[in-house]
């Protein structure tokens, strides 16, 4: 399974203001997924990441307020704009497990409270 | 769209008791997955399933991939400490690379 590196892991941030949430993996894959996990719910994923292309987002997430970047295939960037208290969540990082698996393998996500 | 449903919500057993929890949908499913999350940490794979009717074990972990193809169920035995998390089954989406996940089980050892 690949390694994936989260940075940063915790943030504590002003309400109005952005943060970049960076993830890197340890080898090249198609696709890298982001998921937000607010407190004590599921997994709910934000969008896809593809490379060379632009991210799809799932229902009820747009690009303004999750922009994400994904310059190659190893690295990814998920920012969350003029945040607000309901941004306060966990946000992971996700890969494929290649080869065609469904599987997925995960970051050790950022934990974001936004005050 | 499919989902998961999970059960129980939560679990409170005593250290050393078996542990039983089941993932259910109304649509079919032709993988089922397994992860457990630590508290501050991402979830992990524990179990991947493929085939319906399969039974795959990791250690002191079952799971069994239900005939219907629309249910799943995840046993621990004998229960330690470290088995303290939350555990999400999951599965992909029809037509699609991505997956659905259930709500949890939160398990809680008493020592």
């Known amino acids: 399974s690949a390694v994936i590196s989260q940075k940063p892991s915790r943030d504590i941030c002003q309400r109005g203001t952005s943060l970049t949430i960076q993830c890197q993996v340890d080898?090249?894959?198609?696709?890298m997924f982001w998921y937000r996990q607010q407190p004590g719910q599921s997994l709910t994923l934000i969008a896809t990441?593809?490379?060379?292309?632009?991210?799809?987002?799932e229902s009820g997430f747009v690009i303004d307020k999750f922009p994400i970047s994904r310059p190659n295939l190893t690295f990814s960037t998920l920012t969350v704009s003029n945040m607000s208290p309901e941004d306060s969540s966990i946000y992971l990082c996700s890969v494929e497990g290649g080869r065609g698996s469904t599987e997925a393998f995960f970051g050790q996500g950022t934990r974001l409270t936004v005050v | 769209g499919q989902q998961l449903n999970q059960s129980p919500q939560s679990m409170f057993i005593q250290e050393g008791e078996d542990v039983s929890m089941n993932c259910t949908s109304s649509s079919i499913f032709n993988t089922w997955l397994w992860y457990k999350q630590d508290p501050g940490e991402g979830p992990v794979l524990l179990i991947a399933l493929y085939k319906a009717g399969e039974l795959t074990s990791n250690g002191r972990l079952t799971a069994q991939f239900g005939i219907t193809r629309k249910d799943s169920f995840l046993n621990i035995s004998a229960s330690i400490p470290s088995d303290v998390g939350i555990y999400f089954c999951?599965?992909?989406?029809?037509?699609?690379?991505?997956?659905?996940f259930g709500q949890g089980t939160r398990l809680t050892i008493n020592p």
């Open positions: 080898s090249q894959v198609t696709m």
């Open positions: 990441a593809n490379q060379g292309s632009e991210a799809t987002y």
């Open positions: 999951a599965g992909p989406v029809q037509g699609a690379q991505k997956l659905v």
